[in-house]
């Protein structure tokens, strides 16, 4: 990635459908829509939605312009939550010819709502 774009996890209401029979109680349990949890790199976040892409790709066959798969769009009122997941570097104890920092990802706390 060229280092603009920011990696999140976007939590999102999603609609959902059952071809079951159901009472009315079963039908005011479920009435409300899915939390769904998407994380990638953000590459448009703007009044219309998110869009969000789970890879990225290196310029290729003479391409300037990197591309991108695994890409879901999320319109912006069906958005929770966005938690952006920073890549932070932790020192550790230095062996003879390794590197003397690893990159690993900032652990999120997201509190899980599904029930």
Excluded: C, Y
């Amino acid at each position: 990635m060229n280092g603009k774009s920011k990696f999140a996890l976007v939590i999102w209401g999603d609609a959902h459908q059952t071809l079951d029979q159901k009472t009315m109680d079963e039908v005011r349990a479920r009435h409300r829509p899915d939390p769904i949890h998407t994380q990638g790199h953000i590459l448009i976040d703007d009044e219309t939605g998110i869009s969000i892409a789970g890879e990225d790709m290196p310029p290729t066959n003479g391409d300037n312009e990197e591309s991108f798969r695994h890409l879901t769009f999320i319109p912006r009122g069906m958005v929770l939550e966005v938690h952006e997941i920073k890549r932070v570097t932790k020192r550790k104890k230095k062996e003879k010819g390794a590197a003397a920092v690893a990159e690993v990802a900032a652990p999120i706390s997201v509190p899980d709502e599904r029930t």
